[in-house]
Nanobody
């Protein structure tokens, strides 16, 4: 069992930055893929990016490529989502999730989820 706790959301002006954290407990991330997703009101949950814990490879949605980056800290068993040049359309609840071994952008295939953290970008 993996428990995920997110932190770092908040209110920021357009063009600003935030860093979200996703800390895991209960099991090491070592064989997992950690995905970041977001969901705005009335919309389906959307893939943002992922990191493969085994080799630190990452992938991003086109909408955030070049602005967002995902990293990890093995010692802390924590993943990070660095968000730069934020836009009002980035406003959503952001979730991290963990999937054993398989790289996927499909949120329905992830096994464990954090509680979500609100990110609001004002224009």
């Amino acid at each position: 069992q993996v428990q995920l706790v997110e932190s770092g959301g908040g209110l920021v002006q357009a063009g600003g930055s935030l860093r979200l954290s996703c800390a895991a407990s209960g099991r090491s991330f070592s064989s997992y893929v950690v995905g970041w997703f977001r969901q705005a009101p009335g919309l389906e949950r959307q893939f943002v990016g992922h990191i493969n814990w085994r080799d630190s490879s990452t992938g991003y949605a086109d909408s955030v490529k070049g602005r967002f980056s995902i990293s990890r800290d093995n010692a802390k068993n924590t993943a990070y989502l660095q968000m730069n040049n934020l836009k009002p359309e980035d406003t959503a609840v952001y979730y991290c999730a963990a999937k054993y071994y398989i790289i996927t952008q499909n949120w329905r295939q992830y096994d464990y989820w954090g509680q979500g953290t609100q990110v609001t970008v004002s224009s």
